[in-house]
T-cell receptor, first 116, second 115 residues
Framework: AQKITQTQPGMFVQEKEAVTLDCTYD???????LFWYKQPSSGEMIFLIY??????QNATEGRYSLNFQKARKSANLVISASQLGDSAMYFC?????????????FGKGTKLTVNP | GAVVSQHPSRVICKSGTSVKIECRSL??????MFWYRQFPKKSLMLMAT?????????EQGVEKDKFLINHASLTLSTLTVTSAHPEDSSFYIC???????????FGEGSRLTVL
């Protein structure tokens, strides 16, 4: 069963505007971690933001914020003031609570294109 | 922040040969490292968990004799693609985590092309 769902294969946003990338997850474990990574065309994976399941507040890192709605099991990424350099693939991931290790389960990704 | 380095970033080889990819944690010790494979425009698929000093744990459907993993030290894990075939052409990426909870750090990735 798919544990991480990203329903938006592609998204477009105008430069300087905000954009929300959707992510829903499925787990029965009360303790889990949610991550967002950016992958530019070069292929490297860049960590953006982390949300722990017990964190009371939504995580924020500069222009990135995570809209964490635990009851809905959603962890949407919000990018404010989009820049051309934000164009990339974005992956939502969850630390697999059943794995007993630090491995991540990834969603299929969303390709974000920022238009000038 | 913590850095994970992969080498080589690109490799082209002939069918039937073996290719080794290295993953190093540069400023922390990693008892566990992870190897992922990514097909074009697809998500990352976990191949195996590399454990220092013991055998790797492979995900279902991944051939352990095909993808040899060696984690001989706390800062180095290697993935060897044996008897490579064109269908093994892919982007391979490793990750590691410093001790304690927190983010995983990824290497730069290695693009393998088998002719």
């Amino acid at each position: 069963a798919q544990k991480i769902t990203q329903t938006q294969p592609g998204m477009f946003v105008q430069e300087k505007e905000a954009v929300t990338l959707d992510c829903t997850y499925d787990t029965s474990d009360p303790s889990y971690g949610l991550f967002w990574y950016k992958q530019p065309s070069s292929g490297e994976m860049i960590f953006l933001i982390y949300q722990g399941s017990y964190d009371q507040q939504n995580a924020t890192e500069g222009r990135y914020s995570l809209n964490f709605q635990k009851a809905r099991k959603s962890a949407n990424l919000v990018i404010s003031a989009s820049q051309l350099g934000d164009s990339a693939m974005y992956f939502c991931a969850m630390r697999d609570p059943q794995g007993g290790s630090e491995k991540l389960v990834f969603g299929k990704g969303t390709k974000l294109t920022v238009n000038p | 922040g913590a850095v994970v380095s992969q080498h080589p970033s690109r490799v082209i080889c002939k069918s039937g040969t073996s290719v080794k990819i290295e993953c190093r944690s540069l400023d922390f010790q990693a008892t566990t490292m992870f190897w992922y494979r990514q097909f074009p425009k697809k998500s990352l698929m976990l191949m195996a968990t590399s454990n220092e000093g013991s055998k790797a744990t492979y995900e279902q459907g991944v051939e352990k004799d095909k993808f040899l993993i060696n984690h001989a030290s706390l800062t180095l894990s290697t993935l060897t693609v044996t008897s490579a075939h064109p269908e093994d052409s892919s982007f391979y990426i490793c990750s590691a985590s410093p001790p304690g909870p927190g983010e995983l750090f990824f290497g730069e990735g290695s693009r393998l092309t088998v002719l």
